[in-house]
Nanobody
Framework: QVQFVESGGGLVQPGGSLRLSCAAS?????MGWFRQAPGKQRELVAS??????????YYAASVKGRFAISRDRAKDRMYLQMNSLKPEDTAVYYC????????WGQGTQVTVSS
């Protein structure tokens, strides 16, 4: 199994930015960032998968144009650059394989508030 460690969350004002990092203990082709807000189901925020040297990305409509996903395959790391943050982005953010999830990590808390 692969384990994940998420980091980079924090408290930020609306309009601010954060960069999340995900360290995986193994190599995974298709990965995603997920988030879970209080009282809501976990949702996919963004994903990235590779086909040879080509990377394919997906963004949920609510974050498209504000978030950017990237990865360093050599280091088994994935990132989420979050700009123009809104209060509704407040959630615990997790990374995992896109399908057939491994055990979830602890996540990293993102709080957007003035």
């Amino acid at each position: 199994q692969v384990q994940f460690v998420e980091s980079g969350g924090g408290l930020v004002q609306p309009g601010g930015s954060l960069r999340l990092s995900c360290a995986a203990s193994g190599s995974i082709s298709a990965m995603g960032w997920f988030r879970q807000a209080p009282g809501k189901q976990r949702e996919l925020v963004a994903s990235i998968q590779s086909s040879g040297s080509i990377y394919y990305t997906y963004y949920a409509a609510s974050v498209k144009g504000r978030f950017a996903i990237s990865r360093d395959r050599a280091k088994d790391r994935m990132y989420l650059q979050m700009n123009s943050l809104k209060p509704e982005d407040t959630a615990v953010y997790y990374c995992n394989r896109l399908e057939g999830y491994y055990p979830w990590g602890q996540g990293t808390q993102v709080t957007v508030s003035s």
